[in-house]
């Protein structure tokens, strides 16, 4: 019996198996049909590549939309004709003849000018004449910042109290010259990666590939080296001290600075007061209160000077990678600018207590410290491109004045020796 009920309830399932597949076999033949007619109507890869997701806000709670493109995308394979396979042949190359030229694109254009616009655009080595060097030499030196720096030292040496001597004058402003053109050519040399970034030295010789590397640093050293030496022998020791310190805190500490920390800014306001502090001692051959309160005036009047020069090349800077306080501390920048505008008047009050120069000095330099102030003042406030140019233009003939009214200034001394001798008056007669 129970043998007879296995028996059919075998039969039934079996009988059900085969209906199903049957049936199956009908789902999946119509499922291929329906995909082969409507084959635009269903999702396919490719519609998923191009969803647009966006996320919207709505009752303070973050949804999802997907958007779909708006053009129909079709399927690489929706093929009309699957049985016709397109074989498409690669044209080669067409490579002219030797000898041949192209025809021009415009042909109003001269034959030569034509020429001269395709010679320019190819790469070629470059050759330096030898009338192009003074100009190279001169924009690697930095030729006016080094004029600069020689106008400084020397009038730290006409604000020495002792007789002038033009020969000792001309050594000492010789070296300041050749030192100063070791430390900028140096510091082009390190930097030609980053100046490559900066629309204001993207020009400079050894960023255009001018001179090479070895060439740029045998002048640097050219000059370096009797300059350093003519200080030391030709003045005086003290003097070839300051000259080569200069050139070590320009090149390695002022210049690797300027991608490090906004305190590149103080070390190249010592690099700028050194100067006329080695005019003073090529003079004196010491360092005297008159010394100091000269590299105080440069120290101090450097920072309207650069702040605000940097105020409007603050998008160079950011590009060439330099930390300056014009980009990555723009209110400190502005505060430091009128801090030491309004320091100046200090200076300028200091040099008659020094025995430096007349009490007539911090009268006859007030209108212009006050000028400058009251611009750096501006900048503060509003701190605009404008205000900016305004302080950095006033800077350019503000030192100038002020080292020309302090040398009008200067207190005379009379050596001891040609001192009036008070006429003694006789001894009693015992």
Same mark, same amino acid.
């Given at each position: 019996?129970?043998?007879?009920?296995?028996?059919?309830?075998?039969?039934?399932?079996?009988?059900?198996?085969?209906?199903?597949?049957?049936?199956?076999?009908?789902?999946?033949?119509?499922?291929?049909?329906?995909?082969?007619?409507?084959?635009?109507?269903?999702?396919?890869?490719?519609?998923?590549?191009?969803?647009?997701?966006?996320?919207?806000?709505?009752?303070?709670?973050?949804?999802?939309?997907?958007?779909?493109?708006?053009?129909?995308?079709?399927?690489?394979?929706?093929?009309?004709?699957?049985?016709?396979?397109?074989?498409?042949?690669?044209?080669?190359?067409?490579?002219?003849?030797?000898?041949?030229?192209?025809?021009?694109?415009?042909?109003?254009?001269?034959?030569?000018?034509?020429?001269?616009?395709?010679?320019?655009?190819?790469?070629?080595?470059?050759?330096?004449?030898?009338?192009?060097?003074?100009?190279?030499?001169?924009?690697?030196?930095?030729?006016?910042?080094?004029?600069?720096?020689?106008?400084?030292?020397?009038?730290?040496?006409?604000?020495?109290?002792?007789?002038?001597?033009?020969?000792?004058?001309?050594?000492?402003?010789?070296?300041?010259?050749?030192?100063?053109?070791?430390?900028?050519?140096?510091?082009?040399?390190?930097?030609?990666?980053?100046?490559?970034?900066?629309?204001?030295?993207?020009?400079?010789?050894? *960023?255009? !590939?001018? $001179?090479? @590397?070895?060439?740029?640093?045998?002048? &640097?050293?050219?000059?370096?080296? +009797? /300059?350093?030496? %003519?200080?030391?022998?030709?003045?005086?020791?003290?003097?070839?001290?300051?000259?080569?310190?200069?050139?070590?805190?320009?090149?390695?500490?002022?210049?690797?600075?300027?991608?490090?920390?906004?305190?590149?800014?103080?070390?190249?306001? *010592?690099? !700028?007061? $050194?100067? @006329?502090?080695?005019?003073?001692?090529? &003079?004196?051959?010491?360092?005297? +209160? /008159?010394?100091? %309160?000269?590299?105080?005036?440069?120290?101090?009047?450097?920072?309207?000077?650069?702040?605000?020069?940097?105020?409007?090349?603050?998008?160079?800077?950011?590009?060439?990678?330099?930390?300056?306080?014009?980009?990555?501390?723009?209110?400190?920048?502005?505060?430091?600018?009128?801090?030491?505008?309004?320091?100046?008047?200090?200076?300028?009050?200091?040099? +008659?207590?020094?025995?430096?120069?007349?009490?007539?000095?911090?009268?006859?330099?007030?209108?212009?410290?006050?000028?400058?102030?009251?611009?750096?003042?501006?900048?503060?406030?509003?701190?605009?491109?404008?205000?900016?140019?305004?302080?950095?233009?006033?800077?350019?003939?503000?030192?100038?004045?002020?080292?020309?009214?302090?040398?009008?200034?200067?207190?005379?001394?009379? +050596?001891?020796?040609?001192?009036?001798?008070?006429?003694?008056?006789?001894?009693?007669?015992?």
């Amino acid at each position: 019996m129970s043998c007879l009920v296995e028996g059919l309830v075998g039969v039934g399932v079996q009988q059900k198996l085969i209906a199903n597949v049957a049936r199956s076999h009908m789902s999946a033949r119509r499922l291929i049909q329906l995909c082969r007619r409507d084959q635009a109507e269903w999702m396919t890869f490719q519609h998923l590549c191009f969803l647009k997701r966006q996320y919207v806000k709505s009752s303070s709670v973050l949804c999802q939309r997907a958007r779909p493109k708006q053009e129909h995308v079709a399927s690489v394979l929706d093929d009309r004709d699957d049985s016709v396979v397109r074989q498409v042949q690669q044209i080669p190359a067409l490579k002219p003849e030797p000898g041949t030229v192209a025809p021009p694109c415009d042909p109003t254009e001269p034959e030569a000018a034509r020429a001269a616009r395709l010679e320019a655009r190819q790469w070629k080595e470059l050759k330096v004449e030898y009338s192009d060097l003074p100009g190279i030499y001169a924009r690697l030196s930095k030729l006016k910042l080094t004029a600069l720096v020689v106008t400084t030292a020397a009038a730290g040496y006409a604000m020495a109290p002792v007789p002038f001597d033009p020969v000792t004058f001309l050594m000492a402003s010789v070296g300041t010259c050749l030192s100063s053109c070791t430390a900028n050519s140096i510091n082009q040399y390190f930097e030609v990666p980053f100046d490559s970034n900066m629309n204001r030295t993207k020009n400079r010789p050894l *960023v255009r !590939g001018q $001179i090479s @590397p070895l060439h740029a640093v045998s002048f &640097a050293l050219a000059c370096g080296i +009797p /300059g350093v030496t %003519l200080l030391t022998l030709g003045v005086n020791p003290l003097t070839g001290f300051l000259g080569a310190l200069n050139i070590f805190l320009y090149t390695c500490c002022y210049t690797p600075l300027k991608r490090l920390s906004i305190t590149n800014t103080w070390v190249g306001a *010592v690099v !700028g007061a $050194i100067p @006329p502090v080695m005019g003073w001692t090529a &003079a004196t051959g010491s360092l005297d +209160p /008159g010394a100091l %309160l000269l590299g105080g005036f440069l120290f101090s009047w450097q920072f309207p000077h650069f702040n605000a020069l940097s105020w409007n090349l603050r998008e160079d800077y950011s590009r060439g990678g330099y930390r300056m306080m014009s980009v990555t501390h723009p209110g400190l920048c502005k505060r430091v600018a009128l801090r030491h505008s309004v320091g100046l008047i200090g200076l300028s009050a200091l040099g +008659p207590v020094l025995d430096v120069t007349t009490w007539t000095f911090p009268l006859v330099s007030l209108p212009i410290n006050l000028y400058i102030s009251y611009l750096a003042f501006r900048f503060y406030r509003y701190g605009d491109r404008q205000n900016a140019r305004k302080l950095f233009f006033c800077s350019l003939w503000h030192l100038p004045m002020l080292l020309l009214l302090a040398l009008t200034c200067k207190k005379s001394r009379v +050596p001891q020796d040609e001192a009036p001798v008070a006429p003694s008056t006789p001894s009693p007669a015992l």
